[in-house]
C-alpha cells in the first residue's frame, strides 16, 4: 500500500472519522456512516458521510510526497478553500463539504430549493406558482444530485425528477436530447420516456415528469415469470430506442475507454499489484480481440443500460436517464445491461445467498439478448454483445475499486469478464 491509499483507508473508517467531524463540525459524536466513496490513485479521493443524518463530502487532500501532489497544485478548482462550504481539514487530511454546498455544484442550494420549483414549473404551464416540495433521491458528490418534487396548485398535485449537474454543457445536451425523443406525443411500440418539462441553464438543471412503474431490478430479484416477462418488456423497449434517428452529437467511442483502462490499471497496480496486473491484462485482451468483433451500425444508445434504468407497467417500459446517451455501437449497451446481471450474481455470491439462483440470472440475460435479437434481427450482434459485456465488467469492477478498494468484487468481476471471452474465442457466442 502507498502512503495515499493508506491516509484513504483511515478516511473510509467511521469509527475513526466520527468523532473528527464532531470536532470539526461542532457536534455533537454522532452515528457514522460510509455512503459513497470514489478513489483513483494519485488522481482523486474522496468519501461521502453520513454524519447524524448530515451529509458530508470529504475530499482527501495531497500530502507532501504524494503523486497527486503536482498535480493537484497546477487545478485551480480541484482544492480551493473558497469554493467549500467550511475550511475545516481533519486527520488524515480530510476537507469537509457539509451538503448541499458542494465545490464541484455551485447551484446546488437554489436547485434544492422549492422555491426554485414553484417560479420554474408554474412559469412553465402558465398557471399560479402553487406550494412545491423537493425530497433528496440520490447524491453524487461532485457529479449530480437528483431530487424529486412534488407540486401542488390550482390543477391539483404533481410529480417532477429533477437533476443538477456539475457541467451547465451536458445538462444542455441531457436536455436537448429528451426533448427531441419526447416529440411531444404518444409514440407506438412499448418504449416511453419521461417528458421534459424545464431546463434551467445558469443551475445547470433538468426537471422532468415523474414516470410510474416498478424498477426492473427489482422484478428481477423476484419470481422468475415477472422477471422474465419484465425482461422482455426492457429489450423490445431498447430495440426500439436503438431504431430512432441519431438525436445525439456525443459520441462514445470504445477505443478511447479501453485507453483509459489501461492507465487506471495502472495506477491500482501501485496500490493494489495483483489486482492491477488482472485489470491490465484484461484490457490488453479486449484490445487483442477487438479487430475480430463486427461492430453493428453506429446509431443512438443509451450509454448506461441496466435494469435500474427500466421503470415497468403493463404493457410498456419507461427509460430513464439519458445522461449517457450518445452514439456507439448498440451492442454496448446490450453488453452493459448483460454485465449488470452478472455482477448482480456476483454480488449475491459473495454475500452467500442462492436466491434467486445463478441459473435464474443466466435465463434472463439469455431472454434479454435473444428478445432483443428476434426484434432486431442482427445475429452478428450476439458475439459484439459478449465481448461488450467484458468492457462492461472492465469497467464495474474499476468502479468497485474506486468505491471499496478493499472489496473482493472487483477481483470477481474481472474473472467474470476473462470467461465472457473465453466462451467468445471459443466460438459459443458466433
Avoid at 457541467?167 to 420516456?193: C, H, N, Q, T, Y
Avoid at 484490445?287 to 410498456?316: E, N, W, Y
Wanted: hydrophobic content about 40%.
Amino acid at each position: 500500500m502507498t502512503p495515499e491509499s493508506m491516509r484513504f483507508a483511515e478516511a473510509l473508517r467511521p469509527r475513526v472519522m466520527g468523532p473528527r467531524l464532531a470536532a470539526a463540525l461542532r457536534g455533537d459524536t454522532r452515528t457514522c456512516h460510509v455512503l459513497d466513496a470514489k478513489y483513483e490513485p494519485g488522481k482523486r479521493a474522496l468519501v461521502l458521510y453520513d454524519y447524524g443524518g448530515r451529509l458530508v463530502r470529504g475530499d482527501l487532500l495531497p500530502a507532501a510526497g504524494d503523486p497527486a501532489s503536482d498535480s493537484a497544485a497546477s487545478d485551480s478548482t480541484a482544492y480551493d478553500s473558497t469554493a467549500y462550504d467550511s475550511t475545516a481539514v481533519v486527520e488524515p487530511g480530510v476537507r469537509l463539504s457539509v451538503f448541499p454546498h458542494d465545490p464541484d455544484l455551485p447551484s446546488l442550494p437554489r436547485a434544492l430549493d422549492p422555491g426554485t420549483y414553484a417560479t420554474v414549473l408554474g412559469a412553465n404551464d402558465g398557471a399560479r406558482t402553487g406550494t412545491c416540495r423537493v425530497r433528496l433521491l440520490r447524491y453524487r458528490p461532485g457529479k449530480r444530485v437528483t431530487v424529486y418534487v412534488w407540486r401542488r396548485s390550482g390543477s391539483g398535485a404533481e410529480g417532477y425528477v429533477a437533476k443538477v449537474y456539475h457541467d451547465p454543457g451536458k445538462a444542455e445536451a441531457v436536455a436537448a436530447e429528451a426533448k427531441a425523443l419526447d416529440g411531444g406525443r404518444r409514440p407506438a411500440g412499448v418504449l416511453r420516456l419521461a417528458a421534459p418539462v424545464a431546463h434551467v441553464r445558469d443551475l445547470a438543471l433538468l426537471v422532468q415528469r415523474a414516470v410510474r412503474g416498478v424498477p426492473l431490478d427489482q422484478l428481477v430479484t423476484g419470481g422468475l415469470g415477472r422477471a422474465e416477462a419484465g425482461i422482455g418488456l426492457a429489450a423490445r423497449a431498447l430495440a426500439e430506442l436503438h431504431d430512432r434517428p441519431v438525436i445525439s452529437g456525443r459520441e462514445r467511442p470504445v477505443d478511447r475507454e479501453l485507453r483509459r483502462f489501461g492507465a487506471r490499471a495502472a495506477r491500482i497496480a501501485e496500490v493494489n499489484p495483483a489486482l492491477g496486473a488482472a485489470l491490465t491484462a484484461l484490457a490488453d485482451r479486449l484490445i487483442r480481440l477487438q479487430p475480430s468483433i463486427t461492430p453493428g451500425p453506429a446509431g443512438l444508445v443509451h450509454g448506461d443500460c441496466k435494469p435500474s434504468q427500466f421503470m415497468v407497467a403493463k404493457d410498456h417500459v419507461f427509460l430513464l436517464d439519458l445522461d449517457h446517451c450518445g452514439v456507439a455501437d448498440p451492442a454496448s449497451d446490450l453488453g452493459t445491461f448483460l454485465a449488470t446481471l452478472r455482477q448482480h450474481r456476483a454480488r449475491h455470491r459473495l454475500a452467500g445467498t442462492d436466491r434467486p439462483p445463478a441459473w435464474q440470472w443466466i435465463a434472463l440475460g439469455e431472454r434479454f439478448l435473444t428478445t432483443y435479437l428476434t426484434v432486431r434481427r442482427e445475429p452478428s450482434l450476439r458475439s459484439a454483445a459478449r465481448w461488450y459485456e467484458a468492457v462492461a465488467l472492465e469497467r464495474k469492477a474499476l468502479r468497485c475499486f474506486a468505491r471499496a478498494p478493499r472489496s473482493p468484487l472487483a477481483g470477481v468481476l474481472v474473472s467474470e469478464a476473462q470467461l465472457c471471452l473465453d466462451r467468445l474465442e471459443g466460438g459459443e457466442e458466433r
